[in-house]
């Protein structure tokens, strides 16, 4: 009995010991602080443009907000976006710096040199000191080409920030107008590592590659920028442009018709496919790029000289006038559509007076003279001439 009792009681302690230690662990669950939930920086993105839409929506520092999500929009590289809510903060106020800083950054992006140095200069005189801003400066002056400035706002760009990606772009191009190309290729390539962003640095170090006569190294650059870049039209037509030149024209063209895709009014991607076309006898795509530079360069002789011949080789010889005629008339002394012309009316007469021999169209090869339709005269020797020896001189020999 007293065995049993000592068993009931051990049970029951053990069965006491765990409900106390379940308790504890209910109590360190409940006062534990989760861990922390890491977002991606897309996420991120994503929820501070909706919360700074919501700021904005409701007025608050709605010139804050708009500076804030213009600088993400930025980032995003969706430029437009950006210009709209950048525009909106400089109505509101116009009197801060880096207001002006980013929509000269933004302009910049967007090939609006001009303005983009206004805008910058603005920020400059609002007591802007930032490395940002003199990159800027030296980029825009470079492009406009005042070397000269540019080189003065690099070197104060790069004693604050010597290590700035934006800022060895810019000396890449310095370097490039100063014929140092290998230079200005390894401060391109550093520009890349630093800021993979840097679209210009991609595009200039294909093009530099191109002239050095290095396809091979000018194309691996161009596939990592289509990678980063894979909606960018230039790419594609600079892709174009080194299988043009390394005598691929079937891939060239390809490559323009996708840079044309991506940008309709792409015009030197637009002539390429033209002149390529031509080149590879497809003669109705060169004529449909041809008339999309023709409504934006109607007087232009070179173009309407391409349509007359790419007309002509279709056979509707007369759109093919028509053009040449117009070639002509804006350029009288042109001797392309001069020969446009002449061949048309020689190709016309030929078909308006047919050979003499029936078969003369149908032989590729030379044709033989008939013989027994050509008079022949049979060649007769000259006769000998008697020459009468005057007896009455005498010649004197010695």
Not at 271 to 276: D, I, L, P
Request: hydrophobic letters at 35%.
């Amino acid at each position: 009995m007293s065995k049993s009792l000592g068993y009931i009681s051990f049970i029951i302690s053990i069965l006491l010991a765990g409900f106390n230690i379940s308790c504890q662990s209910d109590a360190r669950n409940s006062t534990r602080i989760p861990p922390v939930v890491k977002k991606s920086h897309e996420q991120w993105q994503k929820d501070a443009l909706l919360s700074l839409t919501e700021l904005i929506a409701r007025g608050i520092d709605t010139d804050q907000n708009y500076f804030k999500r213009a600088r993400i929009y930025f980032e995003q590289e969706q430029y437009t976006e950006a210009l709209e809510d950048i525009n909106e903060s400089i109505y509101e106020q116009e009197n801060v710096s880096e207001y002006f800083l980013l929509r000269g950054k933004i302009k910049r992006e967007l090939g609006e040199i001009d303005a983009a140095l206004e805008d910058a200069q603005r920020a400059e005189a609002l007591q802007q000191s930032s490395p940002e801003l003199y990159v800027l400066l030296a980029d825009v002056l470079q492009a406009k080409g005042r070397f000269r400035e540019a080189v003065n706002y690099l070197n104060q760009a790069m004693k604050m920030a010597p290590y700035d990606g934006s800022a060895y772009y810019v000396k890449g191009m310095l370097q490039a107008r100063q014929g140092d190309s290998l230079a200005s290729l390894s401060s391109f390539q550093y520009a890349m590592n630093v800021n993979p962003k840097l679209l210009r640095a991609y595009e200039q170090s294909t093009i530099i590659l191109r002239k050095l006569n290095d396809p091979g190294q000018a194309l691996t650059i161009n596939v990592k920028a289509i990678r980063r870049f894979p909606n960018v039209a230039s790419l594609y037509f600079e892709r174009g442009e080194i299988y043009n030149a390394m005598a691929k024209p079937d891939t060239a063209f390809f490559n323009y018709q996708k840079a044309v895709l991506l940008k309709p009014g792409y015009e030197d991607a637009l002539m390429r496919v033209a002149s390529v076309g031509i080149q590879l006898k497809q003669y109705y795509k060169a004529i449909r790029a041809l008339d999309q530079l023709l409504k934006t360069k109607p007087k232009s002789k070179e173009i309407n000289n391409m349509l007359g011949f790419a007309y002509e080789k279709t056979g509707d010889y007369t759109k093919a006038v028509d053009y040449y005629s117009t070639a002509l008339a804006l350029s009288p002394g042109d001797q392309d559509a001069r020969y446009g012309l002449y061949r048309i009316r020689r190709q016309e007469n030929q078909e308006l007076y047919p050979s003499y021999y029936p078969d003369e169209n149908k032989s590729s090869g030379y044709k033989l003279l008939d013989t027994s339709r050509v008079k022949i005269n049979v060649i007769k020797p000259r006769g000998t001439t008697n020459i009468r020896v005057d007896s009455s001189r005498k010649a004197k020999i010695q």
